[in-house]
């Protein structure tokens, strides 16, 4: 038995406005809402686009109004923690300011970003949010559009924000070294990737040489979300540097990892061993035991990246430095 297929129609503003018994125009000013309309006009138009479900061309719309009201959000991992939540909280303050996200997952991959990119200025968002890793960023210098970056710096005139990385080294290993630990690993993403992030490493330099504490630092490749790594890292460090009695990695899942490796190996935590991780996701209070974190402020720094966004955008001037204070959360793994 065959079925004819029906043939959906969707209505046109010129359908509106025949309805409605005013011109195109005067439609068009209803929707955008410009310019001076009687209210017995202004209710005929949407009646009209009621009776007829009239749904307005976003696109066509958002040429007129030179604004989409979308955010372009660029980010290497989506499955990392902190970058899940980042996303989370970015998405939630654009909904508040009546807008919607476009998420692009880069994969740390240099060509898959700059297609994203191209995708963006097609789709004409009002900025993009960078939390990207990889080494290009000449794309991101001439984009003409608002642009905020996470943890980088790429352009003195692009606004940046991250939290205070080396207050967070600092707090980490001061904490390690009041605990009593003698000989300190220290495990972070790959330094020769321009981040701010690597102030935590510097700090982390900086306190145990102050104090003359004995170190270990061990940094990843330069894809720094590869899993295997982080346990073929920290194994590799538990059976060749048997004396660490501290460890402060620069992210809760290295932190995580290390937790993981050093109770493989019949070590104690804390009392053999003492682990900080950094970023304070929900998951550092989900292990047994429960980690001692840095916590960036991950709700503001998305709340503050949609804001510095939505001011450029209305050709506002803003910041180009933003950077937010760090806590340091003491639980179980101390």
Not at 147 to 172: C, H, K, M, W
Not at 305 to 313: F, H, K, M, S, T
């Amino acid at each position: 038995m065959y079925f004819a297929r029906k043939e959906v129609y969707m209505a046109t503003i010129h359908d509106v406005a025949l309805k409605a018994g005013v011109s195109v125009t005067t439609v068009s000013r209803v929707m955008n809402n410009r310019g001076y309309i009687s209210e017995v006009t202004r209710k005929k138009v949407f009646d009209a686009m009621e009776e007829l479900n009239y749904q307005p061309n976003e696109i066509a719309r958002s040429l007129l109004r030179k604004q989409s009201n979308i955010i372009g959000l660029i980010i290497p991992n989506v499955s990392h923690p902190f970058f899940s939540e980042l996303a989370n909280q970015v998405e939630y303050y654009a909904y508040q300011q009546g807008c919607k996200v476009l998420l692009c997952n880069s994969h740390m991959d240099p060509v898959k970003e700059k297609v994203y990119i191209d995708m963006l200025k097609r789709n004409r968002v009002d900025g993009i949010i960078m939390g990207s890793h990889t080494l290009e960023v000449e794309e991101y210098r001439h984009l003409n559009s608002p642009i905020v970056t996470f943890d980088r710096q790429i352009d003195p005139q692009i606004p940046y924000i991250s939290s205070d990385n080396y207050r967070g080294g600092e707090l980490a290993t001061e904490l390690l070294i009041r605990k009593g630990c003698r000989k300190i690993a220290h495990i972070c993403g790959n330094l020769e990737l321009n981040m701010l992030s690597n102030e935590r490493t510097t700090a982390f330099r900086d306190v145990v040489n102050r104090n003359s504490v004995e170190h270990v630092i061990v940094q990843t490749d330069l894809n720094v979300f590869d899993q295997k790594e982080y346990e073929r890292l920290i194994s590799k460090l538990v059976h060749e540097h048997p004396d660490v009695d501290g460890v402060f990695a620069t992210s809760d899942i290295i932190a995580a990892f290390a937790l993981k490796e050093y109770i493989r190996a019949g070590r104690h935590v804390p009392e053999n061993v003492r682990i900080i991780g950094f970023d304070d996701v929900s998951a550092a209070s989900w292990l047994t035991p429960e980690l001692t974190s840095v916590r960036q402020p991950i709700a503001e720094i998305g709340r503050l990246a949609v804001e510095l966004i939505r001011r450029q955008a209305e050709g506002e001037q803003v910041q180009p430095v933003n950077r937010l204070p760090v806590e340091l959360i003491e639980r179980a793994t101390t």
